[in-house]
């Protein structure tokens, strides 16, 4: 069975400062990893997916994820936040057919000026 | 491509109503989901199908919500009669496996049931 934790349902940074967004998996399988971003009112975009290609994953707006196998984590980071990054995160995992994304639960990401 | 569309944005009804929402997934994408969204349950899949035939449907709450693909460029969910508790954001999301399943979702459906 698959599923994702996501450890913060709330984080806080100041302006500038580095974002770290927590998520752990579980999967009986070699997952298919994914963040997404909701901003209010809005769908959902993916920031970027890790397919069991480079372990370090580099996505959009500078957000970066790294899938850490021994440690069944996928952590997101940004070396600097900026106001636009405050939204709602998601982590995914999907099953091995592709076809079922399972979700976390989200984490709100307050950016103070 | 136009990404995935959604229409109405925004829908208001009364309980008891029947309601519709349209989906138009991605040219040449083969899979379509729909969710929905809401602060207590946050984000659940309703449906799944795979080149139009329905494959998991295990989300949907109950009878009176149903789904339709008819053919690989549409796709609807009905509710009906819809009750306050159904009001939530509905999403519809497409994939393929050329692009290793990353799921592309529409701008979402805001339906409130009064």
């Known amino acids: 069975a698959q599923s994702v934790t996501q450890l913060d349902s709330h984080v806080s940074v100041s302006e500038g400062t580095p974002v770290l967004l927590r998520c752990n998996y579980s999967?009986?399988?070699?997952?298919?990893l994914f963040w997404y971003v909701q901003h209010p009112n809005k769908g959902l975009q993916l920031l970027l997916k890790?397919?069991?290609?480079?372990?370090l994953v580099k996505g959009i707006n500078g957000f970066e994820a790294e899938f850490k196998k021994s440690e069944t984590s996928f952590h997101l980071t940004k070396p600097s936040a900026h106001m636009s990054d405050a939204a709602e995160y998601f982590c995914?995992?999907?099953?091995?057919?592709?076809?079922?994304?399972?979700f976390g639960t989200g984490t709100s990401l307050t950016v103070i000026p | 491509d136009a990404g995935v569309i959604q229409s109405p944005r925004h829908e208001v009804t009364e309980m008891g109503q029947e309601v519709t929402l349209r989906c138009k997934p991605i040219?040449?994408?083969?899979?379509l989901f729909w969710y929905r969204q809401t602060m207590m349950r946050g984000l659940e899949l309703l449906i799944y199908?795979?080149?139009?035939?329905?494959?998991?449907d295990s989300g949907m709450p109950e009878d009176r919500f149903s789904a339709k693909m008819p053919n690989a460029s549409f796709s609807t969910l009905k509710i009906q009669p819809s009750e306050p508790r159904d009001s939530a954001v509905y999403f519809c999301?497409?994939?393929?496996?050329?692009?290793?399943?990353?799921?592309?979702f529409g701008p979402g459906t805001r339906l409130t049931v009064t």
């Open positions: 999301a497409s994939s393929s496996l050329a692009e290793q399943y990353e799921q592309y």
């Open positions: 999967s009986s399988y070699s997952p298919s």
């Open positions: 890790y397919t069991s290609a480079a372990t």
């Open positions: 995914v995992v999907s099953d091995a057919t592709g076809n079922q994304f399972y």
């Open positions: 040219s040449g994408h083969n899979s």
């Open positions: 199908f795979n080149n139009n035939v329905p494959i998991d």
